[in-house]
């Protein structure tokens, strides 16, 4: 006698899914194109390295403090209404970009998307979880790969633009699809009804989103980030510096690092849906330990870390993805936005501070092969101790 279909099966709108998923291009394109565009920038707004570091500030110290406001605003107001916004912010700010002449209007602008790449974080997260709320897992697995296309393709279009119509016109191209997505959200999203916000009553109160899981795993979140800052922002200067790899030999190491998660967030989100998020995470997080010590004090030879990274990429692969669908699990239906947007914020804390703290370490160590594997090892080790004590409900 065949299984009678689930409720969920039978009303999952995949095209709002798939149209939703499409939210984490922009934010990865952003980030890509900025970086690869970095040194035509400087030089055009005469800027020394340290300040041209720091329109990556400006766009994830906003994104920080945006994705919280913007998830609680998304529990209110609906979340097709704050990831439309977030798009269009994205969009205008990076675009806009082109136009700058001056480092101050460039930190303002840039603002502005961080604004947007902030409010798009949350929200979608949110909306892909009232979308596929027995399927959160494969749902925060499809953002997770979206977002990995978007860095693979990102790069593929600056250096392409640039060539062609310099780094303005990247700038303005990967603005104006941003808004593009924004604008096609907007007609083709059909939100579910619960994720609307509900009427206003003066005798009812919310129920509290802080609880003891939701400061552990914010916690967590920061430490499993940190792994990602650290192999995306230091990882390919040991590899060319300590390693001696060419630079086409390290960029072959990178790419690996950058397309394996892809993958793993799918299969990964698909099988915590299954066995559970808690499981999955951990499945990962203390061999990822392992994998540190190979990768930064075994390996040497170019093939056999880009085997190595790969691992490390399957390793991190749950991180943000499924702490966050951890979260949404554990926070109450009405605080699913909040809960996504503190999670989320506390990635793009781990992006402000965790390359600078790696400076510091390797600096004072004098060491980077020991820096590399303590800042590394430790951030998996405490990411997986504190996923331990987390209390999952099914």
Known sequence: MPAAATPESTRTDWGSVLVAALSAVGPAMVVAVLGIGLPEIRASLELS???????FTAIFVVAACASWSAGRLSDNLGRRRVLVLGGLALGA????VSTVQSYGAAVALLALAGLGYGAITASVLSLVSDLLPSRRGLGMGMLSATYGLGSVSGPIVAAAIIQRFGW??????????AAGIALIQWLRIREPARAQAAPRAASTRKPRMMNRNMIILAAAQFFGGSVFWITSSWTPTFLRETVKLTLDEAGLVMAAWGATPILGALVLGMLSDRVGRKRI????????????LAVYGWLTHPLALAAGICLLGLSKSPVPSLVVALAQDSAAKSRVGEASGLIMSM???????TPVAMGLLITWLDNMTLAMLLGSAVAFATFGLLVTSVRERN
């Open 347 to 353: 990635h793009y804390v781990a992006a402000q501070t």
């Open 49 to 55: 390295e340290v300040w041209a570091g720091t329109l």
């Open 281 to 292: 995470i951990l499945m990962g997080a203390f061999p990822g330990v392992l994998v540190v």
């Open 168 to 177: 303005r016109g990247a700038t303005a191209t990967v603005g104006c699809i």
């Open 93 to 96: 700010g990076f675009g806009l």
